[in-house]
């Protein structure tokens, strides 16, 4: 019991992120793409935020390069995708 304590908060960062981006899932395969797709955009933005704040040994999953490649990735990705999907209009989904 007390090992799996000890696991968790190190996976509380990826799994905060994962329910984000879970949720703009629904959000996508319930006809509401553009929600859906802020929601992943935040879902990046937030894995940002956590790497840029939390030290290295309790992010867990989060940290797969060093911490400003990780940031820079996590963060731009994050920022185009909502970007995108806010600024999408109607007209240029119906070609013209």
Known sequence: MTALRSRLPVHAPMTFVLLIAAAGMVRTLTQH???????????????????????????????IRSRPIDVLCYGGLGTVISVLAMTITASLLNGG
């Open 33 to 63: 793409w553009r929600e859906g797709a802020v929601l992943l955009g935040g879902a990046l933005i937030v894995a940002a935020i956590l790497r840029l704040l939390l030290p290295t040994e309790r992010v867990g999953l989060l940290a």
